[in-house]
Structures are given as structure tokens and as C-alpha cells.
């Protein structure tokens, strides 16, 4: 049985940081491309960002692009999303995501979704 499992979210105040992890069990983590997506009250769930198998390539939406990153340690199933300078648009529930495909942006190519984690940034 596939699990995925994220931690770390939280409130913080804008400017501040946050990092998110994500727990990966029951595959074969290194042969799954990992991403994160975000959703706000109201609104659509969106792609914040992906990571290939190997970790070797990103992308990252415009929004986040220079504050966010993203990482994974096969050995230990992991993903990380780092979170800097974060602002009050930031503030969504934040899913982890696993795709058998390639990395991509698309929710609807991800096999797999975590339970989430809220993020809160007050201004």
C-alpha cells in the first residue's frame, strides 16, 4: 500500500521559512517522480513543484521560483520542499505527489497524494 505522508507546515509570519517533508512508503521511491502542489481555500489545486526520479531536474512555478526548492534523498524516501520568504499568498493546504510518469505539472498524471499539510503565513 502506497503512503505518503507530509509534515512541517505551520504558520509563520510572511518574510519567514518553512520546510516541508514527505514520507514515501510501500514503492519503489527512486523510480517515481515526486512533486508538490498547493491548494487555497476556494481555489483550484496548482503545481508548485516537481523533481525527477534521479533529483536531477526541477521546475518550479513562477510563483515560487527563487524562494521555494525542492530535494529527495532516495535512501531514504524522502522529499523536502524549502520555503523562504514566504508571503501570505503562500498560505494553502500543501499536498506531496507521486508520478510514475515523467516530473510534470499536470494533477492529473500524479498516481498517488498525501493527506496534506497547512502552511499559514500572516502578514
Known amino acids: 500500500q502506497v503512503q505518503l505522508v507530509e509534515s512541517g507546515g505551520g504558520l509563520v509570519q510572511a518574510g519567514g521559512s518553512l520546510r516541508l517533508s514527505c514520507a514515501a512508503s510501500g514503492l519503489t521511491f527512486s523510480s517515481i517522480a515526486m512533486g508538490w502542489f498547493r491548494q487555497a481555500p476556494g481555489k483550484e489545486r496548482e503545481f508548485v513543484v516537481a523533481?525527477?526520479?534521479?533529483?536531477?531536474?526541477?521546475w518550479y512555478a513562477d510563483s515560487v521560483k527563487g524562494r521555494f526548492t525542492i530535494s529527495r534523498d532516495n535512501a531514504k524516501n524522502m522529499v523536502y520542499l524549502q520555503m523562504n520568504s514566504l508571503k501570505p499568498e503562500d498560505t494553502a493546504v500543501y499536498y506531496c505527489?507521486?508520478?510514475?510518469?515523467?516530473?510534470?505539472?499536470?494533477?492529473?498524471?500524479?498516481?498517488?497524494w498525501g493527506q496534506g499539510t497547512q502552511v499559514t503565513v500572516s502578514s
Open positions: 523533481i525527477s526520479r534521479s533529483g536531477g531536474r526541477t
Open positions: 505527489a507521486a508520478s510514475k510518469m515523467a516530473s510534470n505539472m499536470y494533477p492529473r498524471s500524479y498516481d498517488y
